[in-house]
């Protein structure tokens, strides 16, 4: 029996109608079907690169490396206080503009003028190039046509996005759609306190989104997390998700649990006892302006009162999650080949008042910490035996419906590059 309430057709795979038979993992471990993601997917959609409080001041700026995109940009604060971002490509002979002791490393900080560090090339913040070295020794070089590559850039409660296609008129919150204007006015900006974590997983982008989009593992792959009593009963007792939700490219699951306190203290493990915290946050939220019942109306969708946290993906790899005691996770996945992607994971939190507050969210994070490891090497074993193609159908329950869709719109993507729609004939 269904813990839940599902859609009138019997199950969220049937309700979306996205297919119920079993489905093939090709496009992760195909080399082809990768480069033709890296054009399809990587260089045609809005991308989330940051968030605004990285860039406190006019000045500031960060660097992001797009290896799928083939591309690494720059994203500044101009000095009217506008955000924008560019191509990280010095115009006289190619080099990358801005980076440290080593080229392919990220790097941030303030500067009045960006400087290339072949020959001195220098650019204002707002991509203008400002200053050519030996300059009479060029022949009669414009310096107006010589500026930074502009990348599209916009920013959504304080999320900064750029898209680097040249051609692209989808406004960003036209692409992000229901589910972004459905969490506008939660309080990001309150939230700056942040632990982030990153690691080289050898594994494809899609199979790191999965094992996030689905809890139907967490009984089993997490059952280490808790107590040995618990364990059994969270195990026997199965995962199902309050909803689900598709729109567009975009999904979401809504969960139970992730409530703090716990209903018994012995239900989780001494440390977390003692430091009144754990995985799903500090027991005690902080006040963030807002109750839970006065959430935006796309977080906990359905108002349950066993709610503990929403997970949005917003395609192709930036995942949102939103905990009942008032934090934040936020998960990107980067491709750096058809079998490898750099997991990126960010906690924010209200800053903490004092030192123990300040515990109790780094409890929380190397909490989440654990599980991220466990789910990262699980996943590495993945890849290895679907590369082997011993098997090539896997079935799939309602509780992965969210797999289903995120491979299909991968797929919808790619073939949409492939076969673009040919122009009506003239009359």
Known sequence: ????????????TEHFKIGTEPVSYADSISPEFYELERDAIFRRTWLNVGRVEQLPRKGSYFTKELDAARASVVVVRGTDGEVRAFHNVCRHRGNKLVWDDYPREETKGTCRAFTCKYHAWRYDLEGKLAF??????????????Y????????????????NLDPDNTTPLRDYLGRFAHGIEGYPFHKLTQVHKYRAEIGSNWKLFIDAFAEFYHAPILHAGQYVAEEAAKIKKYGYEALSYDIDGPHSMVSSWGGIAPPKERAMVKPVERALRSGL????????????????PPAVNPTRSK????????????????????????TYHYWPTSYNTHIFEGTCYFVPPKNAFQRLQQELAVVSFKEYGLQDGNTLEATQTMLETRTVDEFPLC????LLRHLHATAQQFVRAYEQPVAPAPAS
């Open 1 to 12: 029996m269904a813990h839940f309430p599902k859609p009138a057709e019997g199950s969220w």
């Open 132 to 145: 050519v070295q030996q300059e009479s020794e060029f022949f009669d070089v414009d310096k107006s046509k």
């Open 147 to 162: 500026g930074l590559l502009p990348v599209q850039t916009d920013v959504w409660e304080g999320f900064v996005f750029v």
């Open 280 to 295: 799903f946050g500090p027991w005690e939220a902080p006040d963030i302006g807002l109750t839970t019942e006065q959430l």
């Open 306 to 329: 066993v709610w503990g946290m929403d997970s949005f993906v917003f395609f192709p790899n930036f995942m949102l999650l939103v905990w009942r005691p008032n934090w934040v996770l």
């Open 398 to 401: 309602d509780q992965e419906v």
